[in-house]
């Protein structure tokens, strides 16, 4: 049977991962820089997992601060081929508790300062990103959160803000009435950066608040944030867990070929560095 090597980014709460085999760190060199933290390497039934705390262990890292190329970077070095993301959300949707489980199907960007490409400096792609998640991968998320007895949504809009400030009571509901389900501060460069490097990439996004368009739940404060999130963080371990151990070692949907048509410079015109800097992610098509 293939390998299968799975990358788990942990989100604010969830710093490891309970039952890793055969643990070491793993420090990795990219072209973007340092990532947030060391790799954590280890075996998980028959799977091979790369965990990665976001903001660093600590946390150290605002989400404007979290080096999203070098993190995704590091993971296609490392040989992932899914990304399983965690990330604490507020809901905007009275019928997403906080407590709930969301596993989006789409987004809406309202960053300003991060890069959110691997490419530039010389050679130009262009990926589709009409789908943001791996269906298969999200599917299977769902399917693990509901057998971990996890209140489950599936689908649904994924508004990424710069932060680290929580919104405006008005952006709140401006966010509601643009069909937004939930709201966070990390995703998005995530998820065009795995679809960039064609690796399958779906998240849990672990409802912690109501927001501030919800006058009658109370201000978004970050103690009761984190209160909600410690029992989350154990749900999302289990759904982990689950999806790992009961996973295809194969995966058939286009994920793995999302770059194939999307390099549109002329090959003799890529500079050699760029090339060399890039060859985990472009090289079976240069």
């Not at 790799?39 to 091979?48: V, W």
Request: charged letters at 25%; one cysteine or more.
């Amino acid at each position: 049977m293939a390998r299968q090597i799975y990358g788990v980014i942990g989100g604010t709460g969830l710093y490891q991962i309970e039952g890793l085999k055969n643990i070491r760190e793993v420090k990795v060199k990219t072209p973007f820089g340092e990532p947030s933290d060391k790799f954590i390497q280890g075996k998980l039934g028959g799977s091979e997992v790369i965990f990665l705390p976001r903001h660093g262990r600590g946390p150290r890292w605002l989400p404007t601060e979290v080096n999203f190329r070098a993190n995704i970077f590091g993971m296609k070095k490392l040989g992932v081929e899914r990304i399983i993301s965690v990330s604490a959300v507020g809901s905007l949707r009275k019928e997403i508790a906080p407590g709930h489980v969301v596993v989006p199907d789409q987004f809406i960007d309202r960053t300003t300062q991060r890069p959110s490409t691997f490419f530039g400096r010389g050679i130009v792609a262009h990926v589709s990103l009409a789908d943001p998640f791996c269906p298969e991968l999200s599917g299977q998320l769902a399917d693990a959160a509901q057998a971990a007895n996890a209140a489950v949504h599936r689908g649904g809009v994924y508004l990424c803000m710069e932060g680290p400030q929580f919104s405006t009571r008005a952006e709140s509901r401006l966010y509601r009435a643009w069909g937004a389900d939930v709201i966070g501060m990390t995703n998005l460069q995530e998820a065009k950066l795995a679809r960039e490097a064609e690796i399958c990439f779906g998240t849990l996004a672990l409802a912690t608040d109501y927001d501030s368009w919800n006058e009658e739940a109370g201000n978004v404060e970050i103690e009761h944030v984190l209160r909600i999130l410690s029992s989350n963080v154990e749900l999302a371990k289990k759904t982990i867990h689950n999806v790992i151990k009961t996973a295809s070692a194969t995966r058939s949907c286009s994920c793995a070929s999302a770059l194939k048509d999307a390099i549109v410079t002329e090959r003799k015109r890529i500079p050699k560095k760029v090339r060399a800097d890039l060859r985990p992610i472009v090289g079976k098509y240069l």
